[in-house]
């Protein structure tokens, strides 16, 4: 594609993103999209051949986006504790966003519940399942019994803190889920030295979640 192809794509990627983001995706027009972009709705769909098309682009934006901004990502806890800690901070910075309107993965899988084929949901499943073997190695690491188990847990009350803020605009929902992952961790954690012991199936986590 020319540079000035590349350019154009990536401003209606960035249009859309910034729209869908504020406003969910089924609510957001193509003719939307194409005026914030400041392209022809012609060029736009030059770029991308149809809305799901740009929806499933631009949930891979986010994908991306994600995983670069993620502190849960990027370091090795010293402890079950610190783990815990930076996972769900994550959630209260969000929430106390203006206008935050809770997990853009979760959002594009209710909106689109109907269309279980739609490659959104194919790329939603994935960063799920790749943030959840994350944690599973984290807490293989840190000698935690039965990791992948645990880490499911853990996903689960870190999705429920967030929806139940965004229902009622609460943050401390967060700190309870938080308190809740810790205790969990705590009685399922060994005494053994960091690193001593994992689970063989641990790298397989992500592909059959």
Not at 66 to 84: E, I, W
Request: aromatic share 6%; with cysteine.
């Amino acid at each position: 594609m020319p540079r000035s192809g590349e350019w154009t794509r990536q401003r209606i990627l960035d249009a859309a993103y910034q729209l869908f983001g504020a406003r969910g995706y089924a609510r957001v027009s193509i003719d939307e999209v194409a005026a914030a972009a400041a392209v022809t709705k012609r060029t736009l769909y030059r770029h991308f051949d149809s809305k799901d098309v740009l929806i499933g682009e631009v949930v891979e934006t986010q994908h991306r986006r994600a995983f670069t901004a993620s502190r849960t990502l990027g370091q090795s806890p010293g402890s079950t504790d610190d783990l815990v800690d930076v996972l769900f901070s994550e959630f209260v910075g969000w929430s106390t966003t203006a206008r935050w309107a809770g997990s853009g993965f979760t959002r594009v899988l209710v909106e689109l519940a109907d269309l279980p084929g739609h490659p959104a949901r194919t790329i939603v499943r994935r960063h799920k399942a790749v943030i959840e073997a994350h944690v599973a190695n984290q807490l293989s690491r840190l000698n935690v019994a039965s990791p992948l188990e645990r880490a499911r847990q853990i996903c689960l009350l870190a999705e429920g803190a967030m929806v139940s803020m965004l229902i009622h605009q609460d943050p401390t929902y967060v700190e309870i889920a938080t308190s809740t992952a810790k205790k969990l961790l705590r009685r399922h954690s060994s005494a053994l030295p960091l690193g001593s012991s994992s689970s063989p199936h641990l790298r397989h986590a992500g592909q059959n979640s």
